[in-house]
């Protein structure tokens, strides 16, 4: 498959999906399994070490808009394979810590690379080239990243039982140094592969036309969805077991997450493939505020903890989609890069905060019921938002249709 400007569009699929499982897999799915081992070696508390990787996901949402400019001018190769490289020295740093301090500086640095090659990036580099497939490329693309967890739990448990956390942590730089890096700087074109005239290069910041109440309606959506996602992706086993289900049960549930997001993605792919992203968007986030309905006021048992799985994990896994396609069904390719990219920092902000966020919740309430209500009325009250957003944008598109350009 080419795009129009003679690109082929699988060979760069491919690229940036194995990139990113092993961007996701070293950078911010491994702080589950190398946590406890780094933090008992570093005579560091669980504050200061989730406190870091909360600061390398701040640090991620500052760069997202001169990630997405930078991209917007010259294309997505430089800056995705910049940050592998600085991937790679973040997990260097970190393997060499020997105490809080040094800690901190590595988890910062990751921030950088995350937000440098992790999807938003990849998106907006892949809009670059892809043309009309755009849509079906993001989806493909994140078909791949939802693998990271899957390849890189057991792996990083297996290398620190073998060498350690510290060995186990260079051989994770080492594979985005070998890895990622080659594959960004090889395969990806060298400057944006679009039809634009010269003279209409786009400048660094969105336009003010851009940023209207469905900029910062979006925004707003988005950024309460990431916020509950992030909240029970830390407290959602300790609430299940809070509902009845036994530490065995509750993990076979939250196991079941990760196939659902997978499988939400491949019926986006297939199903839904002919409905406009804002409207799978809606339906995604509608299954969020849903599925922590169910959680909250339904008798538990595996059957009803089933369907829950099922509507949390596609939601979660179609959003993904939908934060990449959306922007660019509704503002067009001009500065697609500059609008994510300013969508991302709240977003990843909300991500980090998320956790943080639900503690103290339940400190105040003491009560795991109200932090499901709180969390499933965040859901619903993005999703009335996001729904009002696309809905006034639409006739923007209607009546001036050189506005946008679908992609």
């Known amino acids: 498959m080419e795009a129009s400007s003679g690109v082929d569009l699988r060979r760069v699929v491919i690229a940036l999906g194995l990139a990113q499982i092993v961007s996701w897999g070293t950078l911010f799915y491994s702080i589950a399994v ?51 490289l600085l991937g790679a020295l973040a997990c260097a740093i970190l393997a060499l810590a020997g105490n809080g301090i040094t800690m901190l500086a590595g988890w910062l640095l990751a921030g950088v690379a995350m937000g440098a090659c992790l999807y938003d990036p990849a998106f907006a580099t892949l809009f670059r080239v892809s043309g009309a497939s755009y849509r079906r490329m993001v989806t493909a693309l994140t078909l791949f990243g939802g693998f990271a967890s899957t390849v890189f739990w057991p792996l990083t448990q297996l290398l620190i039982q073998r060498q350690g956390w510290q060995q186990a942590l260079l051989v994770l730089g080492a594979v985005n140094l070998v890895v990622c890096a080659p594959l960004h700087g090889w395969v990806l074109p060298m400057a944006p592969a679009r039809n634009v005239p010269t003279k209409a290069q786009p400048p660094a910041e969105p336009s003010a036309r851009m940023l209207d109440a469905t900029f910062f309606g979006l925004c707003a959506a988005f950024t309460g969805n990431a916020l509950v996602f992030s909240a029970m992706s830390v407290h959602l086993i300790p609430l299940l077991q809070g509902k009845g289900l036994s530490a065995s049960q509750a993990a076979w549930v939250a196991a079941m997450i990760g196939p659902m997001q997978v499988a939400g993605r491949v019926i986006e792919y297939t199903l839904l493939s002919r409905w406009s992203p804002s409207r799978v968007g809606t339906l995604a986030m509608w299954l969020l505020p849903m599925a922590l309905g169910l959680l909250a006021l339904v008798a538990p048992n595996l059957r009803v903890m089933g369907v829950f799985a099922l509507l949390y994990g596609m939601g979660n896994g179609v959003m993904t989609i939908v934060r990449g396609a959306t922007p660019a069904e509704l503002y067009g390719r001009e500065r697609y890069g500059a609008i994510n990219g300013a969508m991302a920092t709240p977003v990843l902000i909300a991500k980090a905060a998320g956790p943080i966020f639900a503690s103290l919740v339940l400190s105040a309430t003491a009560s795991p019921l109200r932090l499901l209500l709180c969390l499933a009325a965040i859901g619903a009250a993005s999703s009335v938002i996001f729904s009002l957003a696309v809905r006034r944008r639409r006739p923007a598109i209607a009546t001036n249709p050189q506005q946008p350009v679908h992609p």
């Not at 949402?61 to 430089?78: C, K, Q, Y």
Request: hydrophobic share 45%; net charge positive; charged share 15%.
């Open 34 to 84: 190398l946590g406890p081992p780094m933090a008992h070696a570093l005579g560091v508390g669980d504050v200061m070490l989730y406190g870091s990787f909360t600061g390398a996901l701040f640090v991620s949402g500052l760069v997202s808009p001169w990630v997405g400019r930078r991209i917007d001018r010259r294309g997505g190769r430089g800056v995705l394979a910049g940050g592998s």
